[in-house]
């Protein structure tokens, strides 16, 4: 059985800057579509930031120039870089794979002012 378990939330500072994780076991990333998605309490969860099986993104208007996923299949996890975070930003995290139809458990980015 799939798992994906987000880890790297957290609080910061306007301006700075976090790395989230999506570490996945019981399937390969690689080849796999993985798509970042947030929600702030009270409203529809909203995709951030995608990355398809062959290695191309798709950023939201909202992630463009400040976000960037990446995936290490040795480690078997993706990630979300996230630079320049406005308290905009917070939201709970997730990740999916679409085609295992599996989310993980998220984790929150708190950006203050």
């Known amino acids: 059985q799939v798992q994906l378990v987000e880890s790297g939330g957290g609080l910061v500072q306007a301006g700075g800057s976090l790395r989230l994780s999506c570490a996945v076991s019981g399937r390969a990333v690689s080849f796999t579509t993985l798509a970042w998605h947030r929600q702030v309490a009270g409203k529809q969860r909203e995709l951030v930031a995608t990355?398809?099986?062959?290695?191309?993104?798709n950023y939201e208007d909202s992630a463009k120039g400040r976000f960037t996923v990446s995936r290490d299949n040795d480690k078997n996890t993706w990630y979300l870089e996230m630079s320049s975070l406005k308290p905009e930003d917070t939201a709970v995290y997730y990740c999916?794979?679409?085609?295992?139809?599996?989310w993980g458990q998220g984790t929150q980015v708190t950006v203050s002012s």
């Open positions: 999916n794979a679409p085609i295992w139809r599996a």
């Open positions: 990355m398809y099986s062959n290695g191309n993104t």
